[in-house]
């Protein structure tokens, strides 16, 4: 069953006890022998192959990604200067695009009639004022509210309070008045010529203060993983090679262009000097993770195999005679630069191969073993629809989950009274949740927890600990189970594992946490004995092929009620 322990004389093996059977290989000169998910080779094989291990490492993933862009004007800063009234535009002062204007400058002139007979009825009001001031009682507040009335109508007009009081002071009516910028900025557009006639609401300019700009930059659906919102850009510009500008992200776009695939990212950036121009094409760089501190383990790019959303590595096999390799199915997360991140499948200091892969899985694949090409691809869904349940259900089931690791670990301890009454306290957990949900989420839960806590009731009462790993054993397949229909309810990854020497060779799965295996089947005897056959990551559900195995499920013992 370990074909990595290697004697030269015969004895038992030291992880299971097993008389050692004469080599099928390696002794007589061959190169390689492959037993299920694993292989062995010669040290004359593996340096043919070239066969290369690094170690699992514990690091801060960091990924480059360089992405291309145009420098655009902020649309919170674009501005449109319009005139107030109609009348025809006699003379413009501004007429090329990218003049820097600053607020009240004078930018056209405007002949209105509207406006030149308001000032004309604002002239006879001041002078009607001046003639009353010594006439009847009463007619000097008429004149007054009539001359407040003229004033009136030229401010609703855009006449400013200069003017009017100009016009009061000399008593002559203009013919044309000034349009005046309420706002700085580069003028980006002008939208009129001289002697056109205009109405109220005409664009005459496009107005931008370009103190801060946008770069326009595209993003690939496998750059998206690396990008959020508030991350720092380096841009570079060819119009300026020596100068490194730095940007925020301050918007992605939720939705994919069709036809590109990619997905608009807006970077703001500041630009006090002006020496970003709308319109100049961009090169951007941005260090993924360089803000998440957080270490995580991490496996060479050259080491994964990829069978879908799952991939598979091959995982030397310590203190073996001759140099094997185990085949281990991962969960990776995107790549970040020379590294994938790993959330679940490897433990730190483990060595993975990294290069030869191909080569080691070839050969599995040849003699029949689980290889990379006989896993299949775990995208493939189920026939039968999955159960829809809520987040509130997943965090009210989580005690389930964590009172099976715990007796879990009881057992891989040898510990008989702590296991018993851990069995004890999930059966109660278990018959006491109401968890909420739909009727046929809750309809599924009670069928699955009637189950689960009969076993575990039955477990916690028997007598000694080879009966209560028995009885583990069905408690273990319904949280199989549970985790097929409902998914991991708690936040960290869990491990299915397969030993197949549990119970005269029938061999048995059990859960447990994301870390070395522990065969609660044997405890310390063989506590190493058995292989991983997949991983369920936190809401995740777990798939019928990664707990599949050849052997036939296990049949109630005789006398067993709950």
């Known amino acids: 069953?370990?074909?990595q322990i290697r004697m030269s004389e015969p004895g038992s093996c030291p992880i299971c006890g097993m008389d050692l059977i004469p080599a099928a290989a390696g002794s007589d000169g061959s190169d390689h022998v492959e037993n299920r998910g694993r292989v062995s080779l010669s040290f004359r094989a593996q340096a043919l192959a070239q066969v290369k291990t690094e170690p699992v490492t514990r690091t801060e993933p960091r990924a480059e990604v360089r992405l291309l862009g145009?420098?655009?004007?902020?649309?919170?800063?674009?501005?449109?200067?319009?005139?107030?009234?109609?009348?025809?535009?006699?003379?413009?002062?501004?007429?090329?695009?990218?003049?820097?204007?600053?607020k009240s400058r004078v930018v056209a002139k405007l002949y209105s009639p509207e406006i030149y007979t308001a000032t004309r009825e604002l002239v006879l009001a001041v002078s009607q004022a001046k003639k009353l001031r010594r006439g009847l009682h009463g007619s000097l507040g008429l004149s007054a509210s009539t001359l407040e009335a003229a004033r009136t109508r030229l401010r609703l007009l855009g006449v400013?309070?200069?003017l009017i009081e100009k016009i009061e002071r000399t008593?002559?009516?203009?013919?044309?008045?000034?349009?005046?910028?309420?706002?700085?900025?580069?003028?980006?557009?002008?939208h009129v010529e001289e002697g056109q006639y205009v109405t109220p609401g005409t664009p005459l300019y496009s107005v931008a203060d370009l103190s801060e700009v946008w770069v326009q930059i595209d993003a690939y659906e496998s750059d998206l993983p690396y990008l959020h919102v508030g991350q720092e850009?380096?841009?570079?510009?060819?119009?300026?090679?020596?100068?490194?500008?730095?940007?925020?992200?301050?918007?992605?776009?939720?939705v994919i262009d069709k036809r590109n695939r990619t997905a608009r990212v807006r970077v703001e950036v500041k630009n006090r000097d002006g020496q970003l121009r709308p319109g100049m094409f961009a090169s951007a760089v941005i260090h993924a993770g360089a803000d998440e501190p957080k270490s995580q383990l991490v496996v060479a790019s050259t080491a994964p195999m990829f069978t879908g959303r799952r991939s598979v590595v091959y995982v030397e096999v310590p203190n073996a005679e001759t140099p094997t390799f185990e085949l281990r199915e991962v969960r990776l997360g995107p790549k970040a630069g020379p590294v994938y991140p790993v959330f679940a499948g490897l433990n730190e200091g483990e060595r993975v191969v990294t290069r030869g892969t191909f080569l080691l899985d070839a050969d599995l694949q040849l003699s029949g073993g689980r290889s990379m090409m006989t896993l299949g691809d775990d995208r493939e869904q189920d026939d039968e629809p999955?159960?829809?349940?809520?987040?509130?259900?997943?965090?009210?089931?989580?005690?389930?989950?964590?009172?099976?690791?715990?007796?879990?670990?009881?057992?891989?301890?040898?510990?008989?009274?702590?296991?018993?009454?851990?069995?004890?306290?999930?059966?109660?957990?278990?018959?006491?949740?109401?968890?909420?949900?739909?009727?046929?989420?809750?309809e599924a839960w009670q069928k699955?927890?009637?189950?689960?806590?009969?076993?575990?009731?039955?477990?916690?009462?028997?007598?000694?600990?080879?009966?209560?790993?028995?009885?583990?054993?069905h408690v273990s397949l319904q949280l199989e189970q549970l985790l097929t229909e409902f998914g991991n309810p708690i936040d960290e990854a869990l491990r299915v594992a397969y030993c197949p020497m549990a119970f005269d060779?029938?061999?048995?799965?059990?859960?447990?946490r994301d870390q070395a295996l522990q065969n609660p089947y044997y405890g310390a005897a063989m506590l190493r004995c058995g292989e991983f056959r997949g991983s369920v990551l936190p809401g995740e559900r777990l798939t019928v092929r990664q707990a599949g195995d050849e052997k036939p499920a296990p049949t109630a013992s005789s006398g067993h009620q709950h």
């Open 1 to 3: 069953m370990h074909p």
């Open 70 to 102: 145009r420098v655009d004007h902020d649309e919170t800063r674009l501005r449109t200067i319009t005139p107030w009234t109609g009348g025809r535009i006699d003379r413009l002062m501004v007429r090329v695009t990218g003049t820097r204007i600053g």
């Open 160 to 162: 400013s309070d200069k």
């Open 171 to 190: 008593g002559k009516a203009p013919k044309h008045i000034d349009i005046r910028s309420p706002f700085r900025g580069t003028v980006l557009e002008r």
């Open 233 to 254: 850009v380096e841009l570079t510009v060819e119009a300026i090679p020596d100068e490194v500008f730095v940007g925020k992200i301050g918007f992605i776009d939720p």
């Open 386 to 442: 999955k159960l829809k349940v809520s987040p509130a259900f997943l965090e009210t089931i989580a005690p389930v989950l964590l009172g099976y690791l715990e007796v879990q670990d009881r057992l891989a301890a040898d510990d008989l009274e702590s296991a018993r009454k851990s069995l004890e306290s999930l059966a109660k957990t278990v018959n006491e949740l109401d968890p909420p949900g739909a009727r046929a989420v809750r």
């Open 448 to 473: 699955t927890a009637s189950e689960l806590g009969g076993h575990a009731r039955h477990a916690a009462h028997a007598e000694t600990i080879a009966e209560v790993r028995s009885a583990f054993e």
């Open 505 to 512: 060779s029938r061999g048995a799965r059990w859960v447990q």
